[in-house]
């Protein structure tokens, strides 16, 4: 087991293969930010489980947030 982290929100998942008796192409869509994370066309196929969810936040939130941080009001 290995661990994998969301190339766009850094989720981590514990990631294992399986070995099909044939190909197959798809993709893992992550369980937080919803974006293809993985994709693959191969026997060996990845299968992923959620291990520590990072919190996710709109950009827009996170603009907010830095400009409350500053002392400023949002918007």
């Known amino acids: 087991m290995t661990m994998f982290k969301c190339p766009y929100c850094q989720t981590e998942y514990?990631?294992?293969?399986?070995?099909?008796?044939?190909?197959?192409?798809?993709?893992?869509?992550?369980?937080?930010?919803?974006?293809?994370?993985?994709?693959?066309?191969?026997?060996?196929?990845?299968?992923?489980?959620?291990?520590?969810?990072?919190?996710s936040k709109p950009a827009g939130d996170k603009l907010a947030e830095a400009k409350l941080a500053k002392g400023k009001t949002p918007g």
């Open 14 to 55: 514990e990631l294992i293969w399986a070995r099909l008796s044939h190909q197959q192409r798809s993709y893992a869509n992550c369980q937080v930010c919803q974006k293809t994370m993985y994709s693959w066309s191969s026997r060996n196929v990845p299968c992923f489980t959620l291990a520590k969810a990072t919190e």
